[in-house]
Every structure is written in structure tokens, then in C-alpha cells.
């Protein structure tokens, strides 16, 4: 009998914490006619002149903390709580400075914009990192992006991403449109309707795109099933049909990825492309900027639109991030405040709606296709 009153306690106690774990757990679903409504709605950016400018740029932070099975009991947490709990391991020290610069862009926008700067930032926050700071009780962090969703649409654009920062070559093929379909319930359930209506680019984990021509139509699919517009794509993903690299009109401004699987179906998407380089000394130092200033116009279908330089980079890891891009993100809107230069910055999807109200349509851009001599699939081919 002892074995049993045993038996029964500990079972109680897995039933209480598996309970429990379920309750705490990430909702990875929701009502998905509610994001198809929010969807539907306009949300066009206003619509900028691009008399005068030659050139943009748009930069982009990607934030993450992944969720591990860390807890008291071993419920699932997010390293950043981790990181809290045991500031003696590794960097582990740095948990206040990242959960720092997970808000910071709500006090450096507002600032800007009470200085009479127009400044721009896109930003991509994984599943885990939204829910993870939910977990925690982080109000301050998560008040400053309310801040930014609900008083700075047009200087700050959301990217969507999966939901758990899954890498596509790696994720079941069925899963794809769930993890990208999670991060939309866990983004509508946090800032609602209306700011999901906004959420129009894309960014993948990693930046990478898949080899395999079934893999990449499954990515691109779905991305147009759940309402994507347009995601960024790495320079050294996609290359001519000849073999070659890219030009500079197609680095430096909007392409059409064609995948095609190996039935023959097709899915389109437009990409701006990010072009190579170290991506968080590039962005932490506003680089775009100052290489925008040495580009000119280029022409599509005989009509002239700015060239954009465009950049992606981790929005807390190393020094660079932590300590060089608050001192330097500033100084580009400060010098386009105070002279006319024929730059400006855009988000992605304000630089597109800039460039279709001059009269170009998705059609008139290159357009990619898979690569012929790769074995078992695609290299993406822009010509």
C-alpha cells in the first residue's frame, strides 16, 4: 500500500505540473478568419514624393531569444529568463542590456520625432522572444513596442517571421505555413487587428532561403497564403540564369522571386535583396546611409526609381549593437533634418508603394527562377 500512496502522490504531482505546463504553454493557434480580416484591410503606406531623391536605404533588427525547457520544474522559458536567473555562466551578464535594446527603438523613434527627424526602422521579433517577454512580465519592454505599434506606424514597420525561428530547409514541409501562421496569432494577440493589417514584408530566419525547388515553391506559398507581399532575400542566395552574380540594379532595387517546383507549379513574391557584408557593423554604424549616398536612380520598364540599400542585423548581440548604434542610428536623420542630400530612408513597404505609384507594377521587375545545374534543386536565378 505504501508503493501505492506512493505511486499516487507523484502521479498527482505530473498530473498538477503537466497542467499547469499546458496552461503556460504558447498559444500556436487562433482564429485564422481573423487574420485573413485583418489582412483585407488597407494599410497602404501613405504615399511619399521621391521628387529629388536619388537614392534610400532601410535597415532592419532582427531580435531573438530562443525557448528552452529551463524552468524550476523544467517548464519552458526563454533563454533571456534564463540568462536572468544565472548571470555568472558564460555572457550571460549581458540579459539586462538585451532586454534593454529589445525596447529601446520606443524611446530612439519617439525622440527622433519630437527633434523633426523622419526616421525609419523595420523590425522582425521571433515567436519565442514575443511570448518569452510576455512570460516574464517585461511591461516595460513590451510598453515601448505598444508605444511604436500604436503611435509610430509609419516610422516603424513590423516583419513577420516564424513563429520559432525555423530555418525552412530544416522544417517539415507541412509545418512551414503553421510556423508562419503561429507568429501572426501570437502578433495579433499582442497588438491586435489593425497592426497586423500592417505586417505586409517578411523575414527569414537566418536569411536563408531553400535549395530544393519543392521546399522553396512550399515556402513561397504559403507566404502568399498567409498575405505576404514581399520578403528579404541574401545577396548570395540568388544569382543570374548565366551563372554570374547580380548587377547593381538588381542588388539595389526590387526583384521577382519565381519558385518553381519540380511539377512545374509556380509561386511569385517580390524581393529586395540584402546585400553582403557584416551585417551588425554595417547596421550598427548606419553603413546603408552613407553607401546610399554614392548610388543614383536606375530604371525598370523606362521609368527612374530610387536605388535602396538594404540591411538586416542582429538588434542586441555583440558590442557593436549594444554600445555603437544607439550613438550612430541618430546621426543620419539628424543630416537629412538639417540639409537636403537626394537620401532618404524607407521601410520596405513604403519603398514599394513609393515606387507603384510611379507606375510600376510586380511584372515590370527581373525575375528569378531555379537553377538548372544544381543537383536537387534550386539556386535562384534573377534576370
Not at 482564429?31 to 494599410?43: F, G, K, M
Not at 532586454?99 to 526616421?119: D, S, T
Amino acid at each position: 500500500m505504501a508503493y501505492d500512496r506512493n505511486y499516487l502522490c507523484r502521479y498527482q504531482q505530473m498530473q498538477t505540473m503537466l497542467s499547469s505546463s499546458i496552461d503556460s504553454l504558447p498559444k500556436f493557434w487562433g482564429d485564422s478568419e481573423a487574420i485573413q480580416a485583418a489582412q483585407a484591410q488597407v494599410s497602404t503606406p501613405r504615399p511619399r514624393s521621391l521628387d529629388g531623391v536619388r537614392s534610400g536605404f532601410a535597415c532592419a533588427l532582427h531580435m531573438h531569444q530562443p525557448t528552452i525547457p529551463a524552468g524550476h520544474h523544467g517548464e519552458l522559458i526563454s533563454n533571456l529568463q534564463h540568462m536572468f536567473e544565472h548571470p555568472n555562466d558564460g555572457d550571460n551578464h549581458n540579459a539586462g542590456v538585451f532586454a534593454h535594446c529589445y525596447g529601446r527603438m520606443g524611446e530612439l523613434i519617439p525622440q527622433l520625432v519630437a527633434e523633426g527627424c523622419n526616421p525609419r526602422i523595420m523590425l522582425d521579433y521571433s515567436g519565442n522572444l514575443l511570448w518569452g517577454l510576455q512570460q516574464m512580465g517585461r511591461e516595460d519592454v513590451l510598453g515601448l513596442l505598444g508605444r511604436l505599434v500604436a503611435s509610430h506606424s509609419e516610422q516603424v514597420e513590423w516583419l513577420g517571421t516564424m513563429w520559432s525561428h525555423a530555418v525552412a530547409s530544416s522544417t517539415p514541409i507541412p509545418d512551414l505555413k503553421l510556423q508562419i501562421r503561429a507568429w501572426q496569432f501570437q502578433f495579433l494577440s499582442m497588438f491586435g487587428a489593425e497592426a497586423l493589417g500592417r505586417v505586409k514584408g517578411f523575414s527569414p530566419p537566418e536569411m536563408h532561403l531553400p535549395n530544393h525547388p519543392d521546399q522553396l515553391y512550399a515556402y513561397v506559398k504559403a507566404l502568399r497564403d498567409c498575405g505576404y507581399e514581399w520578403l528579404l532575400v541574401q545577396e548570395h542566395s540568388v544569382e543570374q540564369l548565366n551563372g554570374q552574380g547580380l548587377t547593381d540594379d538588381q542588388r539595389y532595387g526590387p526583384n521577382l522571386l519565381v519558385a518553381r517546383s519540380s511539377t512545374g507549379e509556380t509561386a511569385t513574391i517580390v524581393a529586395l535583396v540584402k546585400t553582403q557584408g557584416s551585417d551588425t557593423k554595417l547596421v550598427a554604424q548606419m553603413q546603408p546611409y552613407y553607401e546610399a549616398k554614392g548610388r543614383d536612380r536606375l530604371t525598370l520598364n523606362n521609368i527612374a526609381i530610387p536605388s535602396l540599400v538594404s540591411q538586416i542585423a542582429d538588434g542586441e548581440n555583440g558590442g557593436v549593437m549594444m554600445n555603437e548604434f544607439p550613438r550612430d542610428y541618430p546621426r543620419p536623420w539628424y543630416e537629412m533634418r538639417d540639409g537636403n542630400s537626394g537620401v532618404t530612408g524607407f521601410n520596405g513597404t513604403e519603398y514599394l508603394a513609393a515606387i507603384a505609384n510611379l507606375g510600376l507594377k510586380e511584372t515590370d521587375f527581373p525575375k528569378s527562377n531555379r537553377l538548372a545545374n544544381i543537383e536537387f534543386g534550386s539556386g535562384l536565378v534573377m534576370w
